[in-house]
């Protein structure tokens, strides 16, 4: 990772709370992506100009909104992270929303190749839907650490009858979890409203034209290195500034290739190319990215990271460490949670966004 030499600014809001909602003008907090549920006293700014931090200050956030004033970069930073964000195909953001996890692969360590015929993927996606989930994620290739790349036609021949299947019969929204142009062009045909793509258009050289003519929302997830070799040795300077830099660059480059900011949604990728410190360096500073002023997107259901802090080797095992995770999410803002376990995630989310507004909250 390269880095110029002029001085780069971050801004992390700190000290999250939920909001007081009696002064909506208050000066003293910062609306976490434009919410009115999360807000934040403070803010931490940090400045690097090389691969290391610095200089970190923790500032009340009256302080950051006067240095705002006369420094641009953090005027633009703040004004990213208070903007409410847009609608997501119609699905709107002010509120944490769940993805379901449709494996249709065979080998895949979560589901064993249980949902390996697409009948079997349908039912499920369907079940998922019925427990909370907003939006249905399909995917026909394994990205777990190690995984060989399939066909083109392996992994057409996989997730196109599921989602044709659910096409008209959801009322989620059906995202394809796939690198190949070709592939995210044949899913959005046959139904498919989102791409989600674990390599942000980089795996083909077709991808960013297919997505910028499909009109549709892309998640662009950031990954070291690729499936077969990314856990040998990931390395960076400062794991959540590098993966904010490389973010910022796939938005440029989206942006760059006529493919609004408003369809764009970021996620950094936990366990892609990244150690135990880098997933937990991640974790704790998400908020940082909400700079980026797109939704995030946070995936880390059933992950080894969840395995090394709680000695649990089955994937299986690992839904309350999950859990956790999601709620940790929440409580930063994250938009989206894609989880395996939708009907447990959403009943920790509906008791912990109650608590959040002090009231019962709406189920839909
Ligand atoms: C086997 C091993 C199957 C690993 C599936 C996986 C993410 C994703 C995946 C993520 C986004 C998993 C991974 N992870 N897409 N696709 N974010 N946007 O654990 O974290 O589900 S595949």
């Known amino acids: 990772m390269s880095h110029s030499a002029a001085p780069r600014s971050y801004l992390r809001p700190a000290a999250l709370m939920p909001s007081l909602q009696t002064d909506d003008s208050s000066d003293l907090f910062i609306r976490v992506a434009g919410r009115s549920d999360i807000a934040a006293a403070t803010a931490e700014i940090i400045v690097r100009m090389g691969t290391a931090r610095d200089e970190a200050l923790l500032l009340p956030a009256a302080e950051a909104r006067e240095r705002a004033r006369y420094e641009s970069e953090i005027a633009c930073l703040l004004t990213r992270h208070e903007a409410p964000r847009q609608p ?103 139904g498919a409203h989102i791409i989600n793509d674990v390599a942000a258009l980089t795996y083909d050289a077709a991808c960013l034209e297919i997505a910028a003519r499909s009109k549709a929302p892309i998640i662009l997830m950031h990954a070291q290195g690729d499936p077969r070799t990314m856990q040998s040795a990931p390395r960076y300077g400062d794991c959540l500034l590098d993966v904010c830099d490389w973010l910022t660059a796939r938005i440029a480059v989206c942006e760059a290739a006529g493919i609004d900011r408003a369809r764009l949604v970021v996620d950094p990728g936990i366990g892609f190319g990244k150690t135990l410190t880098h997933n937990l360096e991640l974790l704790t500073g998400l908020t940082l990215l909400h700079g980026l002023g797109v939704p995030l997107l946070l995936g880390a259901s059933r992950k080894s990271f969840i395995g090394m802090l709680s000695g649990t080797k089955n994937a299986h095992e690992r839904l309350p460490g999950s859990i956790a995770t999601a709620l940790h999410g929440a409580a930063q803002g994250v938009q989206i949670l894609r989880v395996h376990d939708v009907a447990e995630t959403r009943q920790a989310l509906t008791v912990w966004e109650s608590m959040q507004r002090g009231a019962p909250h709406p189920s839909t």
């Not at 839907?129 to 392996?154: C, F, N, Q, W």
């Not at 659910?166 to 190949?180: E, F, P, Q, V, Y």
């Open 88 to 190: 997501l195909a119609g699905l709107s953001l002010d509120r944490p929303r769940i993805m379901g996890i449709v494996n249709v692969t065979p080998d895949s360590f979560s589901d064993g190749g249980t949902f390996a015929s697409a009948r079997a993927a349908i039912d499920h996606a369907l079940q998922l839907e019925a427990d909370g989930a907003d939006i249905l994620d399909i995917g026909g290739e394994s990205t777990r650490p190690g995984a060989e790349p399939v066909s083109v036609e392996e992994e057409l021949r996989r997730v196109l009858p599921v989602i044709e299947g659910l096409a008209g019969r959801t009322k989620a929204l059906i995202s394809i979890d796939t690198r190949k142009a070709e592939v995210m062009r044949r899913a959005l045909a046959a």
